[in-house]
């Protein structure tokens, strides 16, 4: 296996340049708990754990190694395992507020190039929660492709396709059944050697059945969908890189529950709702609040059926959830930056003693 067929290349290889001596090693972390990882490196996979130093200095768990992360590490001399000395800058990540813990950031995967949000066109398909992902997709930096599943189960799938396609803007939207290996042709020309891919969607829409289906053999378990939506039981419980047959590199993923936004990206809502920002330009007063303002082109919109009530409803919800989440995580940078700035002035008191 070569680095290359990894994913790594000469940004990548630039970021390491100053770790290239002293026996250092590029690494692929393809699966990660806590401080133990497992990695590929050109020779193949190792466990590989963080050194002390580096959770000493990490300043949040956002620092430590994800799946999709390109590590710094080290083989020991005498055992088949690796010390990891750093993470290589990300290229893109996929972030959100820690279920539980409002003010921590949770980083689920880098360094993919391309998110399959994947819904099934049975009970689980919500155009709301499209718009959702979508977004959380545009802040991660990688490009978003929707999948609709179980398009067995659908009495018309192209007309889902086209409604979904309504709401998920310049976006391609991609109809197939997992259960069958019917329509998976349309996701190769993300599917290339080298490229990631990660599947986000919540429980019980097929991301594994499908993983399997390009891994061409049952790899990861599959669950009973009765028992997922009846128990909220999760089959996947944690993140996967594998390689296709193809090369591709492709994240399992546990179903999400729960997607509140990290980044202070406030542009992924324009991003999103292309069709809105357009609409708000046409206003008479370029800071129109779209509530009751004369000449106001979003208001006109949703009174002529032009705009959805529900899409509109959707936008200002998302919004407001994104300025919630810029002030957290301004509010949780100020708090790492004040520890931080606490911990050096310990060290300066212990130097001056
Ligand atoms: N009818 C139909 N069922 C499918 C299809 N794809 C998956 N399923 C079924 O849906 C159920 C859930 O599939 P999984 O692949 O485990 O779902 P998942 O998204 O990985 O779920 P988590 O791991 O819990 O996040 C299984 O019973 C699958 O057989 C499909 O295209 N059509
Ligand atoms: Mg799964
Ligand atoms: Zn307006």
Known sequence: MTL??????????????????????PARVIRAHRHACDVFTSSGLLPAACTGKMLHD???????????????????????????HAVLPRRTKFSRRAAGERDKEQVLAANVDTVFLVSSLDDNYNLRRIERYL??????????????????????????????????LGVTVVVL???????LEALEPWLQPGRTVALLGSSG?????LINCLLGEEVQDTGDISIVNHKGR???????????????????????????????????VDDTFTDISQLAQQCRFH?????????????????????????WGSFQKLQLEQAYAARKAEASL?????????KLTQQAKKYTK
């Open 177 to 183: 059944s997992a259960l069958e290996n019917n329509g």
């Open 234 to 268: 999760h089959t996947t419980t944690h993140r996967e890189l594998f390689v296709t047959p193809s090369g591709a590199l492709v994240i399992d993923t546990p179903g999400m529950r729960e997607v509140q936004f990290w980044q202070s990206e406030t542009a992924s």
């Open 4 to 25: 290359e067929s990894l994913g790594w290349d000469e940004a990548f290889a630039a970021d390491f340049q100053s770790y290239s001596n002293s026996g250092f090693l």
């Open 287 to 311: 800071d129109c609040r779209h509530n009751g303002e004369p000449g106001c082109a979003v208001l006109a919109a949703l009174n002529s059926g032009e705009l959805d009530d529900a899409r």
């Open 334 to 342: 100020e708090s790492v930056a004040r520890s931080s700035w606490k």
């Open 135 to 168: 977004m959380l997709a545009r802040e991660s930096g990688a490009e978003p492709i929707v999948v609709l599943n179980k398009a067995d189960l659908h009495k018309a799938p192209a007309v889902a396709q086209a409604e979904v396609a309504a709401v998920a």
């Open 58 to 84: 990490a300043k949040t768990h956002a620092e430590l190694p994800v799946v999709g992360d390109w590590v710094v590490a080290r083989k020991r001399p005498t055992e088949a395992r690796m010390d990891i």
């Open 205 to 209: 829409v097929g991301k594994s059945t």
